[in-house]
């Protein structure tokens, strides 16, 4: 079974520019999220699909980043434009739906979007 | 959302046992404790999740006191490929969205 897979795996522009990040989840899994890591600094969480609906957003950073889920299948992140200070790391996680209230799921993580902001 | 703290880093050698701590004293009654690995440029991955006293699995045991303050990753012989950081998470399902939250986490080394 084909696991959590990001696309580009590092991405090199320059301040100004648009990037957009791609995300492919498990298969039939509902829950697709979206964290970054800044370098040096904790992975921190953006924001939380179910199926095509943005369940929870309030990780991100500004305006400049728009999340999009259409069809609840595949997800992007789009950052326009780039600062200097979106360099980091964005991982995509996705997990089963929960079907009960005390069910956390585990979460399966792709490898990673290196970004890198000149 | 709970806070955990951990040590920032361990040191150990291979084939003795790592246990790694970590203090959630905000734990909610409905959190789950979930501790995941990571590795250089991979995304995390998942180890082991519990809730209340000890949980094994093929990888690791999960300890957790009677009053889920705290709770303790081991690793039993760990090798040079255990070498990565290791999160602690605490959280729930209430209101319908689980959002993982991610501490520093612990970078363990082993040593040969």
């Known amino acids: 079974e084909a696991g959590v897979t990001q696309f580009p795996s590092h991405s090199v522009i320059e301040k100004g520019q648009t990037v957009t990040l791609r995300c492919d989840p498990i298969s039939g899994h509902d829950n697709l999220y979206w964290y970054r890591r800044v370098m040096g600094k904790e992975i921190k969480f953006l924001l939380h699909?179910?199926?095509?609906?943005?369940?929870?957003e309030s990780g991100m950073p500004n305006n400049r980043f728009l999340a999009e889920r259409t069809g609840g299948t595949y997800s992007t992140l789009k950052v326009q434009p780039a600062e200097l200070e979106d360099s980091g790391v964005y991982f995509c996680?996705?997990?089963?739906?929960?079907?009960?209230?005390?069910?956390?799921?585990?979460?399966?993580f792709g490898e990673g979007s290196r970004l890198t902001v000149l | 959302l709970a806070k955990t703290t951990q040590p920032i880093s361990m040191d150990s050698y291979e084939g003795q046992e790592v246990n790694i701590t970590c203090s959630h004293n905000n734990i909610a009654t409905n959190d789950y404790i979930t501790w995941y690995q990571q590795f250089p440029s991979q995304g995390p991955r998942f180890i082991i999740q519990g809730y209340k006293t000890k949980v094994t699995n093929e990888v690791a045991s999960l300890f957790i006191p009677a009053d889920r303050k705290s709770s303790t990753l081991s690793l039993p012989r760990v090798s040079l490929s255990d070498t990565a950081v290791y999160y602690c998470?605490?959280?729930?399902?209430?209101?319908?969205?689980?959002?993982?939250?991610f501490g520093r986490g612990t970078s363990l080394i082993v040593h040969p």
């Open positions: 998470l605490v959280g729930s399902a209430s209101g319908g969205s689980y959002i993982p939250t």
């Open positions: 996680a996705s997990s089963q739906g929960l079907g009960l209230a005390l069910n956390t799921g585990e979460l399966f």
């Open positions: 699909f179910v199926k095509e609906s943005k369940q929870d």
